[in-house]
């Protein structure tokens, strides 16, 4: 077998098995062989968010692979994981081999210009999230047949894709099929349209064995096998695929005799699968089919077995963009120069100053440019100056300035710059920074935690024991202890002999190392954090309870304001309860070795609205109090990183510790309401969070960003190096994660 | 059979099989008397490289180069690189340590993953590493200075990010980097193959492997898994064990303890291997 499957000993008897049990290692084939992070998912997740599934499948990234929850096709539980695996490949070799590169220029010259513009810009008017392959199916006029049909050549050239590449695999493939098609074929409820169709189209792939087929499908099947067979080549495209698509449309379409019609297919493992009413004999029956001995020999063929693993091409392909469609549309990349006035007032929006040259063009002065440079990365210095609400008692070198004034709740207020990266320079004094206290949760999701993730914490605790100063090494040339060492002895006895007075430094102690480190945790406690940490877009429905169900309701479900996060199953809790559960284990972890931390949670509307949250500080024991706090984190509203990291890194270079880390835990890109001048704009809040990380850096203070956002490669990659940042694909990881992050950090 | 260290001459020219520049940089950097330090991660040729760097200029010369190596670790202390005086019957002899027969003899003396060893003990290499080339040996009261032949180079594995263990400005800033990562397919095909006598064909399959599995990184594998352990499956399978076996005692339980990145691997090596 393949694979070390932990079944239990009723699933190992039934021989089904639950995807649950194997998504781990499959998710690690996934990525192992794509090269990307892929998510696999229960296709539940699929059918819920949109309840037309069956009719019309949603759009999802290209990084989801969606399964089944169970396999149970066959009794042999190998089989069933075969198929598994198989699926899994199969979709990344959609990936991996060039599918969703399609582009719609390729095909153009096969449509009448008029019919594709027409239809495009029908599409592009509706605004419809669409993507290639889907503005593809929707040139032809029966859009479904022309799915089915690219699908289904698509699902032949990725096959051979794969066997090529794979021969392990292609192996695998083979020997699955047949199995497959032998149990397939055995069933006495299977539909055998659908299998003879299958056997028609399947019969361009490497799995051969040997069936039945009607000698009036003969000539039909040749035809089909002269216009697939380019597809089996090994510069073979997704082009290729689809001119074959239209080529074989046109073909099937103009047959009355073989009228296509789609239906849902009962089995999961085949969503959607199309089939053909194969024409019959006079009397109706197939005298060539299994269970009917052949009339003759020669009405045998070698046809290949079923392979039904697919999924709408559509679902997992990205959206064309407005700009796509323009590009598409205009059939260029020619602009439009600027107009002098319209350039000059895009400058005065910038508040760039500008004069005219002798040949009535804009031109900037070289200092407006350099923006008088503010520009440091240096270590910080604030320097005093009139605040709007008072004065500052900075001194010089100071990293923060607390103002002499309060707000009304008694709140430390500060100020902070943030870099504009258009202007290249800093906005001084942009931010308003307050620091509040969290108030206490009345829920023990602290024991609740603990006895939940009860195995991780036990093994982070044995982990973080190794780190105890009082474990680790010993230290040589020490003027006292229990052992002589050598070395030393003998570099004494021979300074004795020398003449030269010998060092008293010649035994070894095991002493207390004491570890030097302050770590601040800071937590993104934007309204993000409020989503399903699985990703899905609206929690599960709880299922009503059956007359005969016994479940216990803790007394806290009937209390209206407490939402119950961790009796639910695991795909009902939020990301920011994933972050609290961390958090807790980081804590008992932290316990055992002592170290200097702090946890603080950030949360922004507004600029002059950024509320840091004291959850521990650190000075603090992690006591009754702290734990409470823990628990009464709750979500804000968004995300401005670069002035929380400020005052971070206000605080923690205080510390006299030798070694500082900043920990920044967040769920999403930086964004706020005024985080730039255009709220769409990214860029911005990427620029000022880079460049308050270099503040951090260029202080001596390690920074380190996790997060659980899938797409924090894509910008993480621009504001930090390598090696500074961690992307957990599953959020619900996150608690197992942390503690080795902190781990790997500090030995 | 022992061999005084600095008398360690490689004999016969060790394969390397270039990826880029490295042999001229290397060569121009020896020529200059620029100290080099290697940085990669593991098991990706930078001890081969310089064997092979030592022979080929060596070679070059017309001389036998001796090559020196010292792999660092936390107690290594300045007289284990430097020396110390030991007792010998009734009298006291100074030991050269490895360092300062480099030094004296001419030879090239590389210190394997630099960063293991104490801060305070690799501050010694400084005067050897900038203009001065020159050894202190402060037991004995002497300055050395280096034979003309003689190259320090360092190696450094930076893959493993702890804010302790990394290398101080002062340090690395008297090196040149060369930077070694694993190679492209073909060209670890062809390595494999090589080392190991297998058919090209296998050996592909195998670099294929180590490319999957290096797209692991994020999932505890941040070194992905070494041309090395490539070569120890290679090597199991030209003894005869099943291919599939072979990259799973060498590869699959070799890089992992966790049973499901274990499982996962596993269903790669089957994918490539029938």
Redesign the interface.
Known sequence: M???L?LSQERKTSGAVFLRD?I??????A?????E?MRLSPLKLLSQSSPGYRSRPPFADVEQIFLPEVCQEFSAPFMNFMAF?IST?HQIGFSEFGTYAFQLSSIRDLFSPEIFLTRLRSIYSQRMSVSPLEVFFRLFPNRELAHDLFQILEGVRIDHCLGR????????MVDYCQTAIEVKLKQPDFPRETTLFNFMIKSASFCQIVSFLPRSFLNHFTDFLSLVSPLLEKQATVEDTARTTITLYERISSKPVFPLKTVPDGSDFGLKVTFTEIPFNEKGTNPAWPGNPAEKESDRLATPPLHSFQLPLELIQRKLTNQDFQILLNNSETGSPLSTTTLGDRLNEMEIGWQTSSKGLPMIPPHQVAGGFKYRIGPSSRKSGTRLLGTTKASPGSHSSPLDIEDENDEKVYYYDEWNYRAGDYLPDWCLVKEKSIKPGSFDFIDKTLESYAGLVAEVRRQFQWLRPEYL?KI?CYEKGDEIDL?AA??A??DC??GHPPSEKIYVEKLRKERNFSTLFLLDISASTAERADGTSSPPPIPPLASNDRVFIPRFLEMEEVTPTILLDTTSKRVIDVEKEALVVMAEALREIGDDYAIWGFSSNGRLDVDLYIIKDFDEDYNEEVKRRIEGIKPQHSTRMGPALRHALSKIAARGAK?K?IILISDGYPQDRDYGEDRQDREYGLYDTKVALQEVKANGI?PFCLTVDLAGNDYLRKICSE?EY??IEEATDLPRVLP?IYH???? | METPVEEYHILKEPYYLPLSDEVAIFQSAYEAKLPVLLKGPTGCGKTRFIEYMTYRLGKAMGIPLPLITVACH??L?G?DLVG????QENK?IWIDGPITRAVKYGAICYLDEIVEARKDTTVLIHPLADYRRMLPIEKKGEILEAHENFLLVISYN??Y????KNLKHSTRQRFVAIEFRYPTRNNEATIVAHETGLPLDLAV?LA?LGE??R??G???LQEGVSTRLLIYAGTLIRKGIEP?RACQVAVANAVTDE????????????????
């Open positions: 393949g694979t070390n932990k194997i781990r290692p499959l998710k690690f084939y990525q192992a062989l794509s090269g992070k695996k490949a590449a794979y021969r392990g695999l292609k192996k695998e090494k040589y070395n003998i570099e006895a021979i002999r020398i070694t880390t390690h090696s961690l992307v080795k790997r950090l500090t030995t | 936390e107690d202390s007289s110390r005086y030991l007792l006291t930076p893959g990010q702890s804010v302790l399959d294929i999957k599995v797209h692991l994020d999932q505890g599939r049973s499901d990145l274990i499982g996962g691997i596993q269903e790669v090596i089957f994918s490539i291997f029938p």
